[in-house]
Nanobody, 125 residues
Framework: QVQLVESGGGLVQAGDSLRLSCAAS????????MGWFRQAPGKERESVAA????????YYADSVKGRFTISRDNANKSVYLQMNSLKPEDTAVYYC??????????????????WGQGTQVTVSS
C-alpha cells in the first residue's frame, strides 16, 4: 500500500501550463504502475495518463495526447503530470493513483487500489 499526496493544481488561463506532482510514501513505490485521473463536475472520473513501473511505457487519453506528459522518479517516489496548452475542458479535480501488482501503464480504474485526495485544476477561457 502507498499513500499519495497531489500538489500543483490551481487556476490558469487557456493556453497556460501546469505541473502536477504526486508524492508517495511506502517502500514498494517502484513496483507500482501509476496513473492520473480526473473528474469534472457532473462527469465520471476518467483516465488521463498512466506510466509503467519503470517509466518506459506510457498511456494517454486521446483528449490530452500531445499536450500532457506523465513521468516518474522512483528514487524520490514521485510521479508528475506536465500539462501544456491547457483548455477549459481540462478543468477537473485531478487524482494520482497507484496500481499494485500491475507493471504496465493501465487506464483501468479498478486496477488502482490507492488514491490521493485530488487537486483542483481550473482553466479559464
Amino acid at each position: 500500500q502507498v499513500q499519495l499526496v497531489e500538489s500543483g493544481g490551481g487556476l490558469v488561463q487557456a493556453g497556460d501550463s501546469l505541473r502536477l506532482s504526486c508524492a508517495a510514501s511506502g517502500r514498494t513505490f517502484s513496483r507500482y504502475a501509476m496513473g492520473w485521473f480526473r473528474q469534472a463536475p457532473g462527469k465520471e472520473r476518467e483516465s488521463v495518463a498512466a506510466i509503467s513501473w519503470n517509466g518506459v511505457s506510457t498511456y494517454y487519453a486521446d483528449s490530452v495526447k500531445g499536450r500532457f506528459t506523465i513521468s516518474r522518479d522512483n528514487a524520490n517516489k514521485s510521479v508528475y503530470l506536465q500539462m501544456n496548452s491547457l483548455k477549459p475542458e481540462d478543468t477537473a479535480v485531478y487524482y494520482c493513483a497507484a496500481a499494485g501488482g500491475v507493471t504496465g501503464p493501465t487506464r483501468l480504474e479498478y486496477e488502482y487500489g490507492d488514491w490521493g485526495q485530488g487537486t483542483q485544476v481550473t482553466v479559464s477561457s
